[in-house]
């Protein structure tokens, strides 16, 4: 069942009939997670007076994200635009005859060829072109900031042997947590002595 008929099912319930109700028992078969699918399968059996409908409707009920439209629908009102619209990853984009011709002839590849194409690219460079360097971004994500200073970094700082991190760690930490001041220090100075070593 395509997406264009899913919408019509749900829009007016009243299509739904034994005809519908294999390609409705198909849609939760094969999209068992889609609530939309068993609300419109509980509907299916509803009209056609199937027994099971009742233990169906329950479950329905349980997954349902919102019981005004599962009860909407179960009457057989009709609903609105907004209430039928499917979840982001159900609707199909609308292309441009363009757009249109250039996904069904190449596909993705040829989306990144255009987008090459039209001179974009990823600079890796420094802000200055006629620079050849790369930029070393490990730098400035190993900075030390106050964000994410904690004990366990600063210990973990004093077993790489990287004593004047450390110790600026515990110095970001006393600041941080006065209430620990003292413990700091000492660990300040703990580390300073195998420093020295």
Known sequence: ????????????????SEGTLPQTAQLVSDYPWFAAGWALYARNLEITGNSGSADILNKV???????????NLMKGSSLSE???????????PELTGEESTRLSASGKSRLIEDFLESGARFNTFAEDESSSH????SEKAAALTDEIVTENFANILVRQKKFTEAIEAFQKLSLKYPEKSIYFAARIEEIKNIERK
Do not use: C, F, G
């Open 82 to 92: 907004k209430q039928v619209r499917l979840p982001e990853e159900y609707q199909i």
């Open 134 to 137: 790369p930029v070393d971004l």
């Open 61 to 71: 009920a349980l997954m349902a994200p919102d019981r005004k439209w599962l009860r």
């Open 1 to 16: 069942m395509k997406t264009p008929e899913i919408l019509k099912l749900l829009k007016n319930s009243a299509l739904l």
